[in-house]
């Protein structure tokens, strides 16, 4: 019998034999080796293009093995992510039909109807609109735009297309991006036109979407759109021509997708992020010199409200915050937002009341949210909350879970309640805190900015995170890694995933004391 070759570091016997196994061993290696040097790859190799025309790397076909098991738990396996930089991360974008997108830019005239508004101006720059040409030296000489509330859609859209993270092949997504332009579509049939025309988009947009393969993977639940309204406006719940809006989170395939919008409604599947604001940072030396500009500024007026009454609302209370601003004019500054006044529209009328004030009031006016948070942040102005529902329910993504800590909160729910003298409440607040605050609120501008698209924020002042868009697409991509998790251990992934939640605005744990500073 012959000896094998042992794997101690020397043979067993040495003998004439074992040499010639020694060789044999050495050729067949050689000739392995030979054979394998000379393979032809190529063919193994797929090639695939993002999106945005970018060709996505080898290591990121090869970290997949497969996408979802076949067993029913929709699990996703990887050989090696560690090699792939944008492991769970990747976003595929459906490439829909333009009437649901492009043509209603095309016919911008159209989306406001009814109104003296026009929209198209605002569309320039990637919806960002006009730039601000001349600044009276209140803002920086670039990265400010005259832009639109309402056009978050457009300008989401025009930084998905940058995402660093984007693919063509769906089984790699984490996330499926719907780019419906929901609010420019709906606007066009708010005033004047029945249900049927302001569904209508609804109804194709889901039919298209069930009909793709991406849908039927998690029935929709790895997919969201963007809206530039409050998602209120998208849950008509009756059919009378009277009503607001349009139903489209009502039809039961939308029911599995999510919402982003400027103002979440009471719905596990919508979901809030900030408002666009017109500053729209190019560069990290533009974040780094306005903060340093808006932290050095000495303020004239103790607080400041930029805003117009609200008599149709019997409960409103802006009113009561109107007249205690008039009745304090040497601390107050009371910028009148009613038609044919001040136009609010210009950043430069707004931005310079802001940045001259320590506190911005901030009630709710037609619905919980505004966009004058977003503004006050930027100018490094104090937001004061006097509901829950225009922040702290709202943001979770972007502003701190503990509101304490860039804010001040008096709980006031109607006229009938208001018991409060702001001007006393704010300046017994002690100058430590008022320090605190503002440090706080300024720290906070990264995370509230759509920068450029171009431009990604990581870095400054410790931020590694991005802008308000890069925050928003992580938390709806670990949303849906949430819901995957329940599919995986065999649980029913609809369970909660679009139930109202009829709390989420109300005063508790808010209210615990009269005053919350």
């Known amino acids: 019998m012959e000896n094998p070759i042992g794997f101690t570091g020397k043979f067993c016997r040495s003998n004439s034999s074992n040499h010639s196994n020694v060789w044999f061993v050495v050729l067949v290696s050689f000739v392995l080796c030979s054979v394998l040097l000379c393979f032809d790859y190529s063919s193994l190799s797929v090639t695939d293009t993002d999106v945005a025309g970018f060709a996505i790397s080898d290591t990121t076909q090869n970290s997949v093995s497969r996408d979802f098991s076949g067993d029913g738990n929709f699990s996703r396996f990887y050989d090696d992510p560690v090699s792939d930089s944008c492991f769970g991360r990747y976003v595929y974008v459906h490439d829909l039909p333009r009437r649901f997108n492009h043509d209603l830019l095309e016919n911008c005239s159209l989306i406001t109807r009814g109104t003296e508004k026009n929209m198209c101006p605002y569309l320039d720059n990637l919806g960002f609109g006009p ?8 803002l920086l000489n670039r990265s400010w735009f005259v832009t639109n509330q309402f056009m978050l859609e457009v300008i989401f859209h025009n930084k998905m297309k940058k995402y660093s993270c984007l693919t063509n092949n769906s089984s790699l997504a984490s996330a499926i991006f719907v780019p419906f332009y929901a609010g420019l579509d709906m606007s066009r049939f708010l005033w004047g036109f029945n249900t049927s025309a302001r569904d209508s988009s609804a109804y194709e947009l889901m039919n298209w979407l069930v009909n793709q393969k991406e849908w039927n993977r ?13 998602s209120w406006d998208f849950r008509r719940q009756s059919d009378n ?15 599995n997708m999510s919402m982003l919008s400027v103002e979440a409604s009471s719905w596990n599947n919508d979901y809030a992020i900030p408002y666009p604001t017109c500053f729209h940072p190019a560069s990290v030396d533009d974040i780094v010199q306005w903060q340093e500009r808006i932290r050095a500024r000495k303020r004239k007026y103790l607080f400041s409200f930029a805003g117009a009454p609200r008599p149709e609302y019997k409960d409103s209370i802006r009113g009561k915050i109107i007249d205690q601003c008039l009745e304090n004019n040497d601390r107050c500054f009371l910028l009148d937002c009613n038609y044919g006044k001040v136009n609010c529209d210009n950043p430069v009328n707004v931005m310079r009341v802001l940045m001259n004030s320590v506190f911005c009031l901030q009630p709710p006016g037609d619905s919980y949210t505004r966009r004058s948070v977003f503004d006050s942040i930027i100018a490094g102005c104090i937001p004061v909350f006097f509901h829950p529902g225009t922040a702290y329910a709202q943001y979770k993504w972007h502003l701190p879970k503990d509101f304490k800590k860039y804010s001040i909160y008096l709980p006031v729910k109607d006229v009938s309640e208001w018991r409060i003298q702001i001007n006393e409440t704010l300046l017994g607040i002690p100058e430590d805190q008022v320090t605190s605050l503002r440090g706080e609120v300024t720290r906070l501008i990264p995370r509230v900015v759509y920068a450029d698209p171009k431009y990604k924020l990581d870095g400054n002042e410790g931020e590694e995170e991005g802008d308000a868009f890069d925050l928003a697409v992580k938390g709806m991509i670990e949303r849906i890694e949430q819901v995957r998790k329940v599919m995986k251990e065999g649980k029913d992934p609809g369970d909660g995933f679009a139930d109202a939640d009829d709390y989420k605005f109300t005063f508790p744990p808010y209210e615990k004391s009269e005053i919350l500073i």
Request: hydrophobic share 35%.
């Open 131 to 138: 730039e601000v040409e001349n600044s009276e030296n209140v």
């Open 218 to 230: 998690m029935s929709g639940r790895d997919h969201f759109l963007v809206a530039g309204r409050i």
């Open 241 to 255: 021509e009277s009503d607001w809006g349009s139903k489209l989170r009502f039809l039961s395939e939308s029911q």
